[in-house]
């Protein structure tokens, strides 16, 4: 199999595929075979709560595993066009062959719908290597807290399971915050975890909720919904975090003109993100979170001043990278894309 990936992965293959890549017939065989790309079938669904599922995934020979903690860019074809996401891969970090995904139907959300409700087992999902810093450390800690609450338990508990191959037997808390009973994802793997777990019902986080937790040199780990994340943020704890979303977007007013040069597209500038233009332009760059968060739609911008919508703050240096996703044009813009 590595001769053929081999000679399939040569520049001569690439020549006589040209222009649509060798993948483009590869995937014609089976839609999970790829030379390059990572892609995952789904084996099976486990429905946790009567609104999230775990997919388990067999990810392609592309896969190169992940570190407990970070997430993938997932794309799914829906009615023929491809729509991506960030989701954390809850599994141990030290099983390869399997991933799992644990997704909560988001209320009116598109993809996190569909993966939710209507994956089904052979679905085959593009999806990127592991990425992300909300990682558990080499050198694994001997006292650890984990803080989550709602969908946000997914990468903690990747964390909690690589530890659990290990037999790690150091001091771990986890604390999570469920709204209720019914909804509260891996209830009966949390009963039986070697670590303290606090489960919180129907309550939101308050400082005197750490006070029976040893934080003395921990490391603790925080991921859930934002209002939750800056109540512990307050506490002026030092915390490693992982956000799954952002503050809302500032308008993008300034106008201007952009020439993505190597599509040879130039377009004018109606309020949108750059992501949505160049998308409203009939280009496909790589996207992810749509937020600012995964770094999945960066492009080199050649020349122009870009607005940062979430900060205000304008950059007119050339040659540099930036995330289309939260940039705006201010002015004529070219990117390299
Ligand atoms: C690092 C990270 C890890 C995450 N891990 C998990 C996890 O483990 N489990 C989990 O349940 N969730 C996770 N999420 C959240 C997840 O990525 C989605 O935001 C969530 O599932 C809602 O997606 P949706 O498509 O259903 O919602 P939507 O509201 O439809 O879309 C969400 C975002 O996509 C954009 N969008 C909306 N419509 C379109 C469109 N037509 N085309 C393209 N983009 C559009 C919007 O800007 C919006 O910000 C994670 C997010 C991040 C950043
Ligand atoms: S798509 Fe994630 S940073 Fe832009």
Not at 43 to 48: A, D, G, N, P, Q
Not at 184 to 202: H, K, S
Not at 236 to 257: I, K, M, Q, V
Not at 312 to 322: K, L, M, N, R, T
Request: with cysteine.
């Amino acid at each position: 199999m590595s001769i053929v990936r081999s000679i399939l992965r040569s520049p001569l293959a690439a020549a006589l595929t040209a222009p649509h890549g060798v993948d483009r017939y590869v995937e014609l065989v089976h839609p999970a075979w790829s030379v390059r790309d990572v892609r995952g079938t789904v084996t099976k669904l486990i429905r946790e709560t009567p609104t999230t599922t775990t997919l388990v995934i067999k990810p392609n020979g592309n896969w190169t595993g992940h570190d407990a903690g970070q997430f993938v860019r997932v794309g799914v074809e829906l009615s023929g066009v491809r729509h991506t996401r960030c989701y954390s891969v809850s599994s141990s970090a030290h099983r390869r062959d399997r991933i799992t995904l644990t997704v909560r139907a988001k209320e009116g959300g598109f993809v996190s719908q569909h993966l939710a409700h209507h994956a089904k087992e052979g679905d085959v999902l593009a999806l990127s290597p592991a990425q992300g810093e909300f990682v558990l450390p080499a050198l694994r800690p001997r006292r650890l807290v984990m803080i989550s609450g709602g969908s946000g338990i997914t990468p903690v508990m990747s964390m909690l399971r690589t530890l659990e191959d290990e037999g790690h037997d150091g001091d771990v808390t986890f604390l999570h915050y469920a709204r209720s009973r019914d909804e509260l994802i891996y209830a009966d793997e949390l009963a039986n975890v070697n670590a303290r777990v606090l489960v919180a019902f129907g309550t939101v986080f308050h400082p005197s909720h750490l006070s029976s937790i040893n934080l003395e040199r921990a490391e603790i780990f925080l991921c859930g919904p934002e209002p939750m994340m800056a109540a512990v943020r307050a506490c002026g704890l030092p915390l490693h975090e992982e956000r799954f979303t952002s503050e809302p977007l500032r308008p993008a007013t300034d106008g201007g003109t952009i020439h993505f040069r190597r599509s040879r597209v130039r377009t004018g500038c109606d309020g949108k993100t750059m992501l949505e233009i160049a998308e409203a332009s009939g280009l496909n760059p790589e996207s992810g979170c749509r937020r600012g968060i995964c770094h999945g739609c960066t492009q080199r911008k050649v020349s122009g001043v870009v607005r940062d919508l979430r900060t205000g703050a304008v950059s007119d240096a050339a040659d540099e990278d930036i995330q289309l996703c939260v940039s705006a044009p201010v002015g004529d813009v070219t990117l390299d894309l």
